[in-house]
């Protein structure tokens, strides 16, 4: 006679059936541990990431001290720089006018000069006037051949136009009185004045000739 377990078997079906469900759960939980690595490495990434750009934005800080100290000592100088041009301009422009105050004082120093190297023997000068570029002298001279060799003298000097005679007459005591104007232009002196001649040498002028 054969005899069957109806009680085991009725229980196997539930056995198969709590094993089925253990096993579809389990992909269920490897889904979630994956998101939760995956998560994990995301929070590690961007920690790692934040601490690699804090080293860089803090080496950048320090470039930029180092750049900014060393632009404010290049600032400092630039800075002397400019006031050392300003005080050179300043200086040649002191000198320019130093220098044209003595060319200017030198000028009428030089007519004086070339007018006294001129004057001869027996005449002296009573009166100079001297403007922009022109001369007016008066004197008197002891006979007309000194004021002739006089006006030669002044028309040999390079800075002088040529004399214009205005007059000359006898006056009192028996003496010339004469006046004689002319121009001048300060150039350079491109030959050396020729040393007034003696009382004499020159020929009788138009006015002696005259008299």
């Known amino acids: 006679m054969i005899k069957i377990n109806l009680l085991s078997e009725g229980k196997r ?19 979630q541990v994956l998101l939760l690595g995956t998560i994990l490495l995301a929070l590690v990434g961007c920690v790692a990431y934040w601490f ?9 800080g320090r470039e930029i001290d180092v750049a900014q100290a060393e632009y404010d000592k290049l600032e400092e100088v630039i800075k002397e720089v400019e006031a050392y041009k300003a005080k050179k301009a300043e200086l ?9 105050l003595k060319a200017n ?15 001869p023997e027996l005449l002296w000068l009573t009166d100079l006037q001297m403007s922009t570029n022109q001369i007016k002298l008066r004197g008197q001279a002891y006979n007309n051949n000194a004021i002739a060799s006089f006006t030669e003298n002044l028309d040999r000097v390079p800075e002088f136009q040529e004399p214009e005679f205005k007059e000359s007459k006898l ?32 020929e009788p002028s138009a006015a002696e000739a005259g008299g």
């Not at 079906?13 to 889904?31: F, Q, V, Y």
């Not at 690699?52 to 950048?60: P, T, Y």
């Not at 040649?92 to 130093?98: G, L, M, R, S, Y």
């Not at 004082?105 to 004057?119: F, T």
Request: hydrophobic content about 35%; cysteine-free; aromatic content about 4%.
């Open 13 to 31: 079906p539930t056995a198969i059936r709590r094993s089925r469900g253990t096993r579809d759960s389990l992909p269920t939980d490897l889904g």
């Open 52 to 60: 690699v750009n804090k080293g860089k934005i803090r080496d950048k």
């Open 92 to 100: 040649e422009h002191k000198i320019d006018v130093i220098t044209e």
């Open 105 to 119: 004082q030198r000028g009428p120093v030089r007519v004086m000069d070339e007018i006294s190297r001129a004057v």
């Open 171 to 202: 006056g009192r005591s028996d003496v010339y009185d004469f006046s004689i104007n002319l121009g001048f232009s300060l150039r350079p002196i491109s030959a050396a004045p020729v040393p007034a001649e003696q009382d004499g040498a020159a």
